[in-house]
């Protein structure tokens, strides 16, 4: 026979040569002693408090963890500073000064509609006014655009007003 | 079943909020989980203090300890969590744990008494703790491996096997001891 296919008797006989401590009267006083104490003391638990107590506990961690996301949040934030372009939302200065020239009341609507459109980004949108500013400009210097405008016709976003020099 | 209808005195001891079943219950299962306890911590010490604590959680728990299916099973399982939380809060290892006091000792007609308790602790303490736990229930407690898998939750085979490999393991070391 093997060393490995020997059966464990032998090992067990070498370990029951020895034997386990019992408990200890001193060890029974001490435990019973400290159980009663409970006993008398602590309430028991209600084994369906305990689920309950668990989801309270849960609903509380949680709560407390997205209260102080959100305020870490808000402090991780910069606040606006006076002179500091720091919001999406601040009116684009090309356009407030376009208000202000005699076409203000077209430059703002198509201003509205263009903070309204979700198609413009940003670049599309300096894009588009560098080009409506050009013709503007060129309408007031020289009283025909520069360029016609897409469609042929008369673009619906200027209006409609006579020629410079048309009328005497 | 025979442990059920055993078990059926503490339990209906604990329904009635009945103080007499902390006795009841030392009688039947101290030696047991004495036994189990140590064989995980490999110190006697620690094993009484954890038995302590133990019967104080019990005494808590005893609503649902009342209506347990299986009341030993239930028992164990509470002395393997004590004996994490007790390692937990020690912040030591099963090494640290073995110290003067032996948890083993031999009968007194044997000479070197201690030398022998010192040498077969000191080779069970190198087994790994769910093969110590197995081979100290069936040795010296002289459970049954269908008894073990009941009261650890294991299967039978498990039990077995785990029990072969730690005598394996066990022959290795008493024959050629490590210094």
């Not at chain 2, 004996?83 to 290892?93: D, E, I, K, N, V």
Request: some cysteine; aromatic content about 6%; proline content about 7%.
């Amino acid at each position: 026979m093997t060393e490995s296919k020997r059966q464990p008797g032998d090992i067990e006989q070498r370990l029951k040569q020895a034997r386990l401590l019992e408990p200890t009267p001193q060890l029974r006083d001490r435990a019973s002693t400290a159980a009663k104490h409970a006993w008398d003391t602590a309430p028991a638990e209600v084994p369906w408090q305990i689920p309950l107590r668990r989801l309270a506990l849960s609903a509380a961690a949680a709560l407390i963890i997205v209260s102080a996301a959100s305020r870490l949040g808000g402090l991780a934030r910069p606040r606006p500073r006076p002179g500091v372009n720091t919001g999406t939302s601040t009116p684009n200065p090309d356009l407030e000064e376009l208000t202000e020239t005699v076409y203000g009341a077209s430059w703002s609507r198509l201003g509205t509609g263009l903070r309204r459109s979700s198609e413009f980004g940003g670049a599309a949108r300096r894009d588009k006014m560098g080009t409506l500013r050009s013709m503007l400009n060129d309408i007031e210097n020289e009283g025909t655009p520069a360029q016609p405008t897409p469609g042929g016709g008369r673009s619906r976003l200027l209006p409609g007003r006579p020629r410079v020099g048309s009328h005497s | 079943m025979d442990e059920n209808a055993a078990d059926a005195p503490i339990q209906t001891a604990l329904a009635r909020d009945d103080p007499a079943a902390i006795e009841l219950l030392w009688d039947r299962y101290a030696a047991d989980l004495l036994a189990f306890l140590a064989a995980r911590l490999c110190s006697r010490d620690a094993a009484e203090d954890v038995l302590q604590t133990l019967f104080v959680t019990i005494v808590r728990k005893r609503r649902t300890l009342a209506r347990a299916q299986y009341l030993a099973a239930y028992l164990y399982r509470m002395a393997r969590h004590e004996t994490a939380t007790y390692l937990r809060r020690c912040r030591h290892g099963r090494r640290d744990t073995v110290e003067a006091r032996p948890w083993l000792t031999v009968r007194e007609n044997q000479g070197q008494q201690y030398d022998l308790a010192e040498y077969l602790q000191a080779a069970l303490a190198r087994l790994p703790q769910a093969q110590r736990e197995i081979v100290v229930l069936k040795v010296y407690r002289e459970k049954t491996f269908k008894e073990i898998a009941r009261l650890l939750g294991i299967s039978p085979n498990t039990a077995a096997s785990r029990y072969r490999y730690g005598m394996d393991r066990l022959r290795s070391l008493l024959e050629d001891p490590v210094p």
